[in-house]
């Protein structure tokens, strides 16, 4: 079984920085790509940055310039640097992760963390 275990959301003001992790445990015997996605109450689930196990990243526009994903391979960690943090970054942020587990690839979720940014 797989478990992602996430960290580093709570309360922050505007212009601030949380910076969130993320590790997948379990019976993992490839990870193909990490991510972060976000959703504020009452919009959908949007992608905020993904990495591959390689390190190629993608980002939302939103989050270029002010937020870096990175991962260490070697722990299963994903982490997301947000810098500059602005109201509308407010939402769940939740990790995900495409990995392979007893030879087969499947699609995995966090909990869920929440980030809040006041004025």
């Known amino acids: 079984q797989v478990q992602l275990v996430e960290s580093g959301g709570g309360l922050v003001q505007a212009g601030g920085s949380l910076r969130l992790s993320c590790a997948a445990s379990?019976?993992?015997?490839?990870?193909?790509?990490m991510g972060w996605y976000r959703q504020a109450p009452g919009k959908q689930r949007e992608m905020v940055a993904t990495i591959t196990s390689s390190g190629r990243t993608n980002y939302a526009d939103s989050a270029k310039g002010r937020f870096t994903i990175s991962r260490d391979n070697g722990k299963n960690t994903v982490y997301l640097q947000m810098n500059s943090l602005k109201p509308e970054d407010t939402a769940v942020y939740y990790c995900?992760?495409?990995?392979?587990?007893?030879?087969?690839?499947?699609?995995?979720w966090g909990q869920g963390t929440q980030v809040t940014v006041s004025s």
């Open positions: 995900n992760g495409m990995l392979i587990s007893d030879y087969e690839l499947g699609d995995y």
């Open positions: 379990g019976s993992i015997f490839s990870i193909k790509a």
